[in-house]
Nanobody
């Protein structure tokens, strides 16, 4: 099982980026997918998660209303649309998959992780 995150980059505050996470090795449709991030000197934190039927999504309070996660099971891909970016959103972003029945915010419940993609927001 492999997860490949992409789409990171440098953007000015207020701008947008869309991250993608390609899932291979198994069908993604039955997995909960999550996004986490880690800024320099800080612990990894939960960003967003989506259930395997897409009906349930969770977001960290810090990104609620600005970020949206979605999935295309036919393409085995999950997305994180990030709008109104702030300098404090600067971090390495990781996608992960979980066999949990429902979306979970706990990193320990995710089994497979992508390599991360850097997002840098300039002020």
């Amino acid at each position: 099982v492999q997860l490949q995150a992409s789409g990171g980059g440098l953007v000015q505050a207020g701008g947008s980026l869309r991250l993608s996470c390609a899932f291979s090795g198994r069908t993604v449709s039955t997995y909960v997918m999550g996004w986490f991030r880690q800024a320099p000197g800080k612990e990894r934190e939960f960003v967003a998660a989506i259930g395997w039927r897409s009906a349930i999504t969770y977001y960290a309070d810090s990104v609620k209303g600005r970020f949206t996660t979605s999935r295309d099971n036919a393409k085995n891909t999950v997305y994180l649309q990030m709008n109104s970016l702030k300098p404090e959103d600067t971090a390495v972003y990781y996608c992960a998959s979980s066999g949990s029945r429902y979306p979970t915010t706990s990193g320990s419940e995710y089994d497979y992780w992508g390599q991360g993609t850097q997002v840098t927001v300039s002020s």
